[in-house]
């Protein structure tokens, strides 16, 4: 039997991180499985240490960035990643990118710490409704 090959029409996407404030519940949800409990540690562990990484790259700044700094904003970009807070996976990778480029890191950590506060006032919210 021969076999018919049709031509599908190009459609666009969804995007892959849809933008629906500083966490996306429904990635949150997918990658928790839906379980509640385990959402609530996700995100407090999540808060606690985007808190110390910005704690640390802080400090680096002070000390003309030390040479671990691109791993730590590395660390924090896929933390962020893997609960949904892709604003501030997002600045992390821009802070990521301008430490290895030589840039003045500044405005980038700066951008990255008001997107850790937006995601962390999300968290506490979420956390306290559950």
């Known amino acids: 039997?021969?076999?018919?090959?049709?031509?599908?029409?190009?459609m666009p996407s969804p995007p892959l991180a849809p933008d629906d404030g500083p966490i996306d519940s429904g990635h949150l949800d997918r990658m928790t499985l839906g379980d509640a409990g385990l959402t609530r540690e996700v995100l407090a562990m999540f808060s606690a240490q985007a808190v110390g990484?910005?704690?640390r790259l802080q400090?680096?700044?002070?000390?003309s960035w030390s040479a671990n700094a691109p791993e730590l904003a590395h660390t924090l970009k896929?933390?962020?990643r893997a609960v949904g807070a892709f604003r501030v996976a997002?600045?992390?990778e821009g802070l990521e990118?301008?430490?290895r480029k030589g840039d003045d890191p500044a405005e980038a950590l700066a951008g990255l710490k008001e997107a850790v506060v937006e995601a962390r006032t999300a968290i506490d919210a979420i956390l306290r409704r559950s």
């Open 78 to 80: 896929g933390s962020a």
């Open 97 to 99: 990118v301008a430490i």
């Open 53 to 55: 990484l910005i704690g």
């Open 90 to 92: 997002d600045a992390a």
């Open 1 to 10: 039997m021969p076999l018919r090959l049709e031509r599908i029409e190009w």
């Open 59 to 63: 400090d680096g700044l002070s000390e």
